[in-house]
């Protein structure tokens, strides 16, 4: 039924003939480095890369297009699927964006919760960022390793929220449970053992010769240049710019828990990586301190606010007037107050915004998602050019983009 | 006779409202309650003009003309220290009012600040590219030209980005539906097989309340399994789950139940 | 005097197994499924855990393989979107046969819950499937597992003859 001459994709249409002795080198979609769809068009000279234009758009899902169609409780379930890696801080970004446009706080049990959910994503993600780009580079020890260990991660999830990937474990108001047994338990003796795993792979990389030529004066990014493309989290602080969202605009607990903010000025894709490790390292240090603090919340999980939140299960189960404001709540859905708000978070990728336009109704006017990816894939039309090839797939790999958050 | 739906907005809309029902408003503060923004809005206020200008949610919202846009972001930029320009793009108020809002969310690190800067261009009309002043402009507003066709003037590459070149329609305006319009949804249809292939292939199933208990063309049930287009109306045989053949297969040993041991405590 | 009964197609016997050759072809080719590493979204980090260190897909001889020439499974992990639909024709065109598809997920099942303008409505509508994977992201146990059903699927078709043009829809 397929036709030959039916299947003629756009590149066919570029001459790649070319009298001036420069090679156009197609790279993607489907690459096993190019950590999800990314396209490059490469412009060669010999093996050095004179142009690149990075396309994207092959994961693009119309994400803030279902936002407008959607509730926003029904909208949750979806910020999952953006950053899939650490799925709980897109639903803890866009949770925090909603209470701040209608003003509501969030019980202490709840904050302390999403901390933990928070961090153990932010491990999850980087333990992944590890793995591979250690494996696009060559080192398929260190992806073995770092997905076992992401692997009791997400088991931990699991335990909490039933799902490995996609958590949705964050209700705008709060969470949705309370910790499972055994959970602080699990969780310590995992934190107990990884600055051992985090010293392997360590060891694996620091002195090996092949990663540090792949990675050292690679992908150098000035401070100038990572400020104007909007970088944010690894990718700025590796370029000397010390900010951190968690420190300078602090939300939730952040601001009662001690931790150190990593900063490099190399600006290579080595100062990247020591960056993750020693975020992972902060990870657990904070995590340590919630855990600590859990034991001393009340048992108060959802924000009482009887026009936006259900009430708890308990109360919708014996009290009617509950029950018939939960039903209009899941029917029609909350409506915010007329405003907008951009709140921006720093999930493991770097600076995660949703901005909200509500104009009162139960479905958001505008919806944008102001993914950290985008631009670290924009970047790469600047940075590329002066590369040889190789360093390609070193320099996606240090960029940490993940393509569910470029196209959304 | 069929209700009136309006052309201009096919997004969803809620099925009941309360007619008394006024919707409340996110507080606007003045904007000199803060020091900072006092500041910064009296250093723009000078130089160009200030429609509105407000504090909402902690941030600073500037409304101005948009034939200004590039003199005011260059001014917060090599001024006032606004040295990130987080996020640009458009919502779409043509229905109401037949223009596009645009915005940029800036952000200042030295003044821990974020300000959203705001002006309105009519559908026709194009704006200034700030691609000069932040790299970053350069994909949001291609973006935004993809999304909303808001075409914007002295971009180096004003292209579609996240749809395909040959994409007709503007997916992020109100007339545009959710789940597409003939073009999209045969979209790849067309492009792969042709049009004549429309009638073979058939059209989309969209209807996401579908459940068909009994289509076995599509889905089989895991340990159900049929032949395809088996009627099953009656009730269909259980299969039981199995990972090899009763026979056994050639050349493998067969997995025994009885002789296998299951790890509990996982070594964490 | 003991009879001795030499049981040639048991191990033990001598040191030779009779069989078809179609037994033997559907053997290696049911251990040695290549897979095309196609992570397209969320799915496909499923797809690399289990291929990774706990779940491990290499016992079952499933080995992923970045080019399609080499590759004889394509599971479609993730999102197929319009954008994208051309490259997933080409590629499966360029797989040599016989080959297989699994659909991993309800985004290629179906669309699943991104009912949008962007979204290709099923991958069946561009390539024919053999697998449905339900889920959302499946489970690298539910990934194995269809491995498995589609091993048995290979032994149970003919491998001398030719395989039937699969039908799209």
């Known amino acids: ?408 | 006779m069929r209700a009136y739906t309006p052309k201009d907005d096919v997004q969803k809309k809620p099925y009941y409202t309360d007619r008394y029902w006024v919707a409340p408003q996110v507080a606007k503060s003045d904007v000199s309650e803060d020091a900072v923004f006092a500041a910064d809005f009296e250093a723009i206020k000078a130089k160009f003009d200030v429609l509105d200008a407000y504090i909402q949610v902690g941030q600073m919202v500037i409304v101005i003309n948009a034939a200004d846009n590039f003199g005011v972001i260059e001014l917060m930029k090599n001024e006032l220290a606004y040295n990130q320009l987080s996020e640009l793009s458009a919502i779409d108020w043509l229905a109401q009012e037949g223009k596009f809002e645009i915005f940029y969310q800036m952000l200042s690190m030295s003044k821990r600040k974020r300000v959203r800067v705001k002006c309105k261009i009519s559908e026709k009309e194009s704006i200034q590219s700030v691609e000069k002043l932040f790299r970053s402009a350069d994909w949001s507003e291609r973006e935004m030209y993809d999304m909303f066709g808001v075409v914007v003037n002295n971009h180096p590459f004003m292209k579609r980005i996240l749809m395909p070149d040959d994409w007709e329609g503007f997916p992020l305006r109100k007339t545009y539906p959710l789940q597409g319009d003939e073009f999209a949804q045969w979209y790849e249809v067309d492009k792969l097989f042709g049009k004549e292939a429309r009638e073979i292939i058939g059209p989309e199933i969209r209807d996401s309340a579908r459940v068909d208990r009994y289509d076995t063309e599509r889905f089989a049930r895991l340990g159900h399994e049929v032949p395809r287009g088996a009627d099953i109306s009656q009730g269909e045989p259980d299969t039981p789950l199995c990972y090899q053949e009763n026979e056994g297969v050639f050349m493998i040993e067969k997995f025994d139940a009885e002789k296998s041991v299951v790890i509990s405590d996982r070594d964490r | 005097m003991a009879q001795h009964q030499v049981n040639y197609l048991k191990d033990g016997g001598l040191p030779v197994a009779l069989t078809t050759i179609d037994k033997v072809v559907n053997w290696g080719r049911s251990n040695s499924i290549w897979a095309l590493t196609y992570g397209l979204a969320c799915c496909g980090i499923e797809m690399m855990a289990s291929g990774a260190s706990r779940y491990d897909f290499d016992r079952f001889g499933t080995i992923f393989r970045a080019s399609p020439r080499q590759a004889e499974l394509m599971v479609v992990a993730g999102t197929l979107t319009k954008k994208h639909a051309e490259f997933i024709r080409r590629l499966y065109d360029q797989m040599t046969e016989p080959k297989w598809v699994i659909s991993m997920g309800s985004c290629a099942n179906t669309g699943g819950m991104f009912n949008t303008y962007a979204t290709v409505q099923g991958v069946d509508r561009v390539i024919p499937v053999d697998l449905y994977l339900p889920g959302c992201a499946p489970r690298p146990e539910t990934l194995q597992y269809a491995v498995l059903l589609l091993q048995q699927k290979i032994r149970r078709e003919s491998a001398s003859r030719a395989q039937k043009p699969k039908r799209l829809m």
Not at chain 1, 116 to 124: I, Y
């Open chain 1, 1 to 408: 039924m397929q036709q030959a001459n039916r299947l003629r994709p756009f590149f066919e249409n570029i001459t790649f003939d070319r009298a001036d002795n420069e090679l156009i080198l197609n790279f993607g979609p489907q690459h096993p480095s190019a950590h999800g769809q990314l396209r490059l068009m490469l412009h060669l000279q010999q093996e050095q890369i004179t142009k690149a234009y990075p396309d994207i758009g092959y994961l693009h899902r119309g994400m803030e297009k279902m936002a407008e169609n959607m509730i926003y409780n029904e909208f949750m379930p979806t910020t999952d699927r953006m950053d899939y890696i650490a799925s709980s801080s897109n639903n803890y970004g866009f949770a925090l964006a909603v209470e701040k446009l209608i003003g509501l706080e969030v019980p202490r049990r709840a904050k302390v919760i999403r901390m933990m959910l928070l961090e153990t994503n932010r491990l999850m993600s980087h333990l992944f960022w590890l793995a591979t780009t250690a494996l696009d580079i060559g080192a398929m020890t260190v992806f073995l390793f770092a997905f076992r260990e992401r692997e009791y991660l997400m088991d931990l999830i699991e335990d909490y929220c039933g799902a490995r990937l996609t958590h949705a474990a964050v209700r705008i108001g709060g969470v949705p449970l309370d910790l499972p047994d055994n959970f602080i338990a699990d969780l310590r003796k995992f934190l107990d053992k990884l600055p051992e795993n985090i010293k392997d792979y360590e060891d694996l990389l620091d002195t090996n010769r092949i990663w540090l030529m792949r990675m050292e004066n690679v992908g150098v990014i000035s401070k100038e240049m990572a400020q104007s493309w909007g970088c944010s989290g690894v990718m700025l602080r590796a370029s000397g710019v010390e900010w951190d969202i968690r420190k300078e605009e602090p939300y939730e607990l952040y601001d009662e828990v001690d931790f150190n903010v990593p900063v490099s000025d190399k600006g290579d894709n080595y100062a990247r990586y020591k960056l993750y490790m020693a975020e992972m390292r902060e990870s657990a240090k904070i995590l340590y301190q919630v855990l600590d603090m859990y034991e001393g919340t009340g048992p108060e999980l959802m924000a009482h606010a009887p026009q936006y939140i259900s009430a708890p299960k308990i109360d919708i189960m014996t009290q009617n007037y509950s029950l018939m404001q939960h039903f209009v709540l899941v029917t029609q859905g909350m409506r915010p107050p007329v405003g907008e708000v951009y709140v921006a978070t720093e999930s493991p990728k770097g600076e995660l915004g949703y901005y909200i336009n509500s104009q009162g109704g139960a479905y958001p006017y505008r919806l944008k998602l102001r993914a950290p990816s985008f631009w670290h894939t924009g970047i790469l039309s600047d940075l590329l050019p002066g590369h040889y090839i190789p360093d390609v797939v070193s320099i996606i790999g240090t960029t940490n983009i993940v393509f569910g958050e470029v196209d959304r």
